[in-house]
């Protein structure tokens, strides 16, 4: 194993009882290095999403507490390079051996990596508020 993946494999968070027997290989990837990713991501994609609410005249801020959610899937659907800017930032802390898993299942990837993005976003919106007072 190369020096850089053993560091980046080193610097994740373990999360532990998240893999199952059963699990297909998609959600072994999802549970052994999406997650841990995000969650070492995760003061980094707050301050980003606070950064785009800013840049769009923190509508987020404005709307209902039951449209917030909608909006935010909004934001992935609409917003492709936004997407791709998120997409890369979780891409890029990938081991070697993760990426050719990646490289193989690029889209069903991509999807959970958006799924997890969205369910993190939503989970935290009291957090984003408290960035941007």
């Not at 997650?35 to 301050?47: A, G, T």
């Not at 840049?55 to 936004?82: C, R, S, T, V």
């Not at 050719?100 to 959970?112: C, D, G, I, M, P």
């Amino acid at each position: 194993m190369t020096e850089r993946n053993q560091l980046i494999l080193s610097l994740r968070p373990e999360i532990p009882g998240l893999t199952g027997t059963e699990s297909s290989p998609e959600e072994i990837f999802q549970n052994q290095t999406l997650r841990p990713i995000l969650k070492f991501q995760n003061e980094l994609l707050l301050q980003v999403f606070s950064h785009y609410f800013a840049q769009h005249k923190n509508a987020f801020f404005l709307l209902p507490e039951k449209k917030k959610g909608a909006y935010i899937q909004e934001i992935f659907q609409k917003d492709h390079k936004f997407t791709l800017f998120l997409k890369g930032l979780i891409t890029g802390l990938f081991s070697t051996e993760e990426y050719l898993f990646y490289a193989e299942n690029t889209a069903s990837v991509n999807k959970r990596i958006v799924l997890l993005l969205m369910e993190r976003i939503r989970s935290q919106k009291e957090i984003l508020i408290q960035k941007t007072v």
